[in-house]
């Protein structure tokens, strides 16, 4: 496959751990040049030192998603190093599935995700749309979710965040259509990526199960318990459970590399045997 990676100046939001650390070491792998963004400035330091270890191209820049003048400096950032911004992967989320009953518990939790989740996005977008339209080329990736798809029990907000993320992105497909390319990428459950330590009641996790609910909470033991059996773990298996962090950033590598004039404007990546029912 040819290589439409190589030499695009990508920004990646929450490069500091899981699959956007992963997201950025295999971009600079094809030889992009990499702005790592995230609020934990010592995991950047890590990712880019990294990289640049490779004889590969990064530079970081903490910033955090929920504030706007922030991702401003972030974009500036990448074009004052750069000249240009070609990719922008808004990655950064939390996931904090709990139940209205516990609303009092998770208020503050859900005010973070919301902050992050859907505001975060908005702000990548706005710190990055003047500088694509200019270049009259650019590609926004915006991490979605299969929560997204419909309302739950268990994930209300998170799946509300997601579903906007989903619009969100459709619209700006519409509006700067020939300029801007637009993704969304919906992962299904990922176990490694870090995203359920956000989590606030695990029994909402079962909300996407349906009908699966017993068998998913049994085969979830066995997979913790490393006692799951082995076509369950083998990704040529029909049977695979579930996708790893390195295989969801696989398929986010893929959606950018492509060439300006084709867009895969959606993707769902999930394990064929998984037991999720949305």
Same mark, same amino acid.
């Given at each position: !496959? &040819?290589?439409?990676? =190589?030499?695009?100046v990508i920004i990646i939001t929450g490069a500091g751990s899981g699959f956007g650390k992963l997201v950025s070491e295999m971009a600079a792998d094809l030889g992009a040049?990499?702005?790592a963004?995230? #609020?934990n400035e010592d995991n950047l330091k890590i990712v880019v030192e990294g990289i640049k270890a490779k004889g590969q191209s990064a530079e970081y820049v903490v910033a955090d998603v929920?504030?706007? =003048?922030? !991702?401003?400096?972030?974009?500036?950032?990448? #074009?004052?190093k750069f000249g240009r911004i070609d990719v922008l992967v808004n990655n950064a989320? #939390?996931?904090? @599935?709990?139940?209205?009953?516990?609303?009092? =518990?998770? &208020?503050?939790?859900w005010d973070k995700? #919301?902050?992050i989740n859907f505001k975060g996005v908005v702000n990548g977008i706005s710190a990055v749309y003047d500088q694509m339209i200019a270049q009259e080329q650019g590609q926004i990736v915006n991490i979605s979710s299969i929560y997204g798809n419909y309302g739950v029990y268990g994930s209300g907000v998170y799946s509300a965040t997601k579903a906007a993320v989903k619009v969100l992105s459709d619209s700006l497909r519409v509006e700067a259509q020939g300029k801007i390319k637009v993704t969304t990428v919906k992962p299904t459950g990922v176990p490694g990526t870090g995203l359920g330590n956000s989590i606030i009641n695990g029994q909402a996790i079962l909300g @996407?199960?349906?009908?699966?609910?017993?068998?998913?909470? =049994?085969n979830m033991g066995k997979f913790v318990s490393r006692k799951m059996p082995a076509e369950y773990l083998d990704s040529d298996s029909v049977k695979?459970?579930?996708i790893s962090p390195e295989e969801l950033a696989q398929n986010i590598i893929f959606v950018i590399n492509q060439p300006w004039g084709v867009n895969i404007s959606d993707i769902t990546v999930r394990a064929t045997g998984e037991q999720y029912t949305f």
């Open positions: !496959m &040819s290589n439409y990676v =190589e030499g695009k040049k990499v702005v963004a995230d #609020i929920t504030d706007k =003048e922030q !991702m401003d400096g972030m974009a500036q950032f990448a #074009i004052d989320g #939390i996931m904090p @599935l709990s139940f209205f009953s516990e609303h009092r =518990e998770a &208020s503050k939790a995700c #919301i902050d @996407l199960t349906g009908h699966n609910a017993g068998t998913y909470a =049994e695979y459970w579930a």
